[in-house]
């Protein structure tokens, strides 16, 4: 299992911050960061962030 600072790691090194992702989506930064340290459950968010790392995410459910 990836931890959030390394999915954060490698989004920061492709130039994609939580805040763009949030902004993508029309969601606020929190949403997107309880989603990354599995606070919440968002597909959504998820799929954001998988098709930024060009990779899924392991499962989260």
């Not at 029309?26 to 459950?41: D, F, G, M, N, Y």
């Amino acid at each position: 299992m990836q931890h959030p600072e390394d999915i954060k790691a490698e989004l920061r090194k492709q130039g994609i911050t939580l805040s763009m992702i949030a902004s993508e989506l029309e969601v606020s930064v929190s949403a997107v960061s309880r989603t990354l340290h599995k606070q919440s459950v968002s597909a959504r968010i998820d799929a954001a962030i998988q098709k930024h790392l060009n990779k899924p995410l392991e499962s989260r459910l």
